[in-house]
């Protein structure tokens, strides 16, 4: 059973769309992360939510914490074809440890 | 380039020989983390040290994974015995503070024929 629950796994679309995805848990985070992975690369930090109900935007894409602290979204506005990627959303469970989503893998179609 | 190293990038080996990753994190990080990633999942927490000390290891950490971080500085991952579902993308961290951020090596590509 997956802590965190990304979706949709998979997305597809044309440059110029915007689109938004989602990570779901049944737990209470008190924070959670996005990160982004380029194929053969570690992931990278995008940003980190803390608050509920806190907002966070980095140039086109937003970030938000939902009110109960259990889950969060990314919408990207305007996608391009860099933003091709995979979208990884991470808990810090107990006091020192990260866990991840499984993922959301995009591709922004030129 | 002073972020987080791992080496080999990739590994090919037989069912059955042992393998070890090194990871060398950003020096001044105190919390090393390894993590497991199989294709098109995300990464699976293997286990973490602060300092030398290994304070957390996963159930996916069988008796045939060792990590060590002897000087609280490098650290290896070590699989004995390996098998066809140890092949996976072994990923390495290092935060200097807690699971705040975390700063990923390129990761070491495990092929198990």
């Known amino acids: 059973t997956q802590l965190l629950e990304q979706s949709p796994q998979f997305l597809s679309i044309q440059e110029g769309e915007n689109l938004t995805v989602y990570c779901n848990s049944s737990s209470v985070f008190s924070s959670l992360q996005w990160y982004r992975q380029e194929p053969g690369e570690g992931p990278v930090l995008l940003v980190t939510?803390?608050?509920?109900?806190e907002v966070k935007k980095l140039k086109r894409l937003t970030f938000q914490f939902g009110d109960a602290r259990k889950d969060s979204s990314l919408h990207i506005t305007a996608a391009q074809p860099g933003d091709t990627g995979l979208y990884l959303c991470a808990g810090i469970q107990g006091a020192q440890k990260l866990v991840f989503g499984q993922g959301t893998r995009l591709t922004i179609n030129p | 380039d002073t972020g987080v190293s791992q080496d080999p990038r990739h590994k090919i080996t037989k069912r059955g020989q042992n393998v070890t990753f090194r990871c060398d994190p950003i020096?001044?990080?105190?919390?090393l983390y390894w993590y497991r990633q199989t294709l098109g999942q995300g990464p699976e927490f293997l286990t973490y040290f602060q300092n030398e000390a290994q304070l957390e290891k996963s159930r996916l950490l069988s008796d045939r994974f060792s990590a060590e971080r002897p000087k609280g500085s490098f650290s290896t991952l070590e699989i004995q015995r390996t098998e066809q579902g140890d092949s996976a993308m072994y990923l390495c961290?290092?935060?200097?503070?807690?699971?705040?951020?975390?700063?990923f090596g390129e990761g070491s590509r495990l092929t198990v024929l």
């Open positions: 020096s001044e990080h105190n919390r």
């Open positions: 939510v803390v608050t509920g109900g």
């Open positions: 961290a290092s935060s200097s503070r807690g699971a705040g951020e975390l700063f």
